[in-house]
């Protein structure tokens, strides 16, 4: 059975763009248009992970993570921050907030496959 996804971005090309190289290595696929959006579909169904931007309206990535981590179900899932963002200040608050690691856009569809198969396998 495959595993499952979340991804969450405000921008649906980079959604798209994350679910078609997830697809295409095997993955299934939740979309979220933002921190709230993600938060629902996360309480709706537990995932095998979840890749998050940090600057969304509506509710940013830090915020999501603080919130998915004070779930049970959410305690052990891996969290991933796919952003512009790139500061030591930026990932120290996403490893603080429970971030288990950091991509930087614009993302190489290879390296983030590499990347979500050592965090959660194939």
């Known amino acids: 059975m495959a595993k499952t996804i ?5 921008s649906g090309s980079l959604r798209q763009m994350v ?4 697809k295409a290595a095997g993955y299934d696929v939740v979309q979220a248009v933002d921190g709230q959006d993600g938060l629902n579909k996360a309480k709706e169904k537990t995932v095998d992970l979840v890749l998050t ?4 309206p509506v509710m940013d990535g830090l915020t999501l993570i603080t919130n998915l981590r004070t779930l049970a179900s959410y305690q052990k899932v891996p969290i ?3 952003t512009t963002e790139s500061s ?3 990932k120290a608050k996403g ?3 429970g ?10 569809p290879k390296r983030l ?7 959660i396998g194939a």
Do not use: R
């Not at 679910?19 to 997830?22: G, Q, V, W, Y």
């Open 95 to 97: 490893k603080a907030a």
């Open 80 to 82: 991933l921050m796919l």
């Open 99 to 108: 971030a288990n690691g950091w991509l930087v856009k614009p993302f190489d």
């Open 19 to 22: 679910t078609f190289s997830l």
């Open 113 to 119: 496959i590499e990347v979500v198969q050592k965090v």
């Open 88 to 90: 030591d200040e930026m």
């Open 6 to 10: 979340l991804t969450v971005d405000d």
């Open 53 to 56: 931007d940090q600057n969304m």
